[in-house]
């Protein structure tokens, strides 16, 4: 017996690692954990699973919080699921409508989804019940103050292995953004500059649309560009770890002057010296 989807139930699902794309498996022992009696009853009628009926509830896709905490959750369908062994693999698609929600901020609001704290640290499949959409719509809508020169996403959505370079666009700049991409890769990153994409019409846009992004900025103060200086603002008010590079100590600004920086030479001998220290705060960033 197939149930008609009650928008008042969401699946939660939660896994150790990172979502696969649009396929994955839950251990078929972890499925209905913490999740009201009445509702395995219903789902698990005669103790059988009934997969039909929960593709029929929308669902949020989480992977287990660390203390890193830049896991984003996602909103979407279970478009198939089936027993294979001592697993249900599971096939779906997010809700491209819905961006990506930081556990971060889906913690502040888990009680009114009935999500206990613990249940982002253990992998399983619960049903709740509760509307999925009502909630994230009192709770999760836009709460940035809206710029006026230029557009932010609504939620954040930070990717992990994301570092952005902000530098003058001069060639003289080329082998110092080819250090960077060096050293990111090398520390399981991967580097990008504003210049690299073309994603809108104004070039301010795709730099603020890359800082935002970028859970690491790169900012290089050398020859005090004043748009490097205010990316480097824009960064430090997002929230963004920001690393300061400069081939002249003279050129960080004032109210910068104590934060630490990376002072390079721009020769062969100074870049390694930069790959060295970069790689150094990169691992440090990472772990």
Known sequence: MLWVWD????????????????????????????????????????????????LLLPTLFVQES?????????VGTITRARLTGRDVVVNYSYDVGIPGIPN??????????????????????????????RVLFQKASPRRQKPAVFNLLEHENIE?????????????????YKTLQRVAT??????????DIWENPAVMQDVVSL???????IA??????????????????????????TQDEADIPFDLRHLRYIHYLRNGEGLKSLAKKLRARLDNIAS
């Open 7 to 54: 928008r008042s139930m969401f699946n939660l699902i939660v896994k150790a690692t990172a979502w696969a794309e649009g396929s994955d498996s839950i251990p078929v022992e972890r499925v209905f954990e913490y999740t009201d009696r009445e509702l395995v009853d219903r789902f698990k009628p005669a103790r059988v699973l009934n997969l039909p009926s929960l």
């Open 66 to 74: 660390s203390s890193q905490g830049l896991e984003i959750a996602r």
């Open 104 to 133: 971060s901020a889906l913690e502040t609001f888990a009680g009114d989804l009935e999500i206990e704290a613990f249940e982002f640290q253990r992998t399983h499949w619960s049903v709740k019940d509760t509307d999925l959409f």
């Open 160 to 176: 992990p292995t994301l570092v952005s370079a902000m530098m003058p666009f001069d060639s003289s700049f080329d082998r110092v």
């Open 186 to 195: 090398a520390t399981g990153f991967r580097c990008r500059r504003a210049d």
């Open 211 to 217: 800082i935002d992004r970028s859970r690491v900025v």
């Open 220 to 245: 290089d103060c050398t020859d005090r560009n004043p748009n490097v200086f205010y990316e480097i603002g824009i960064a430090h008010t997002l929230g963004r770890e920001v690393v300061l590079i």
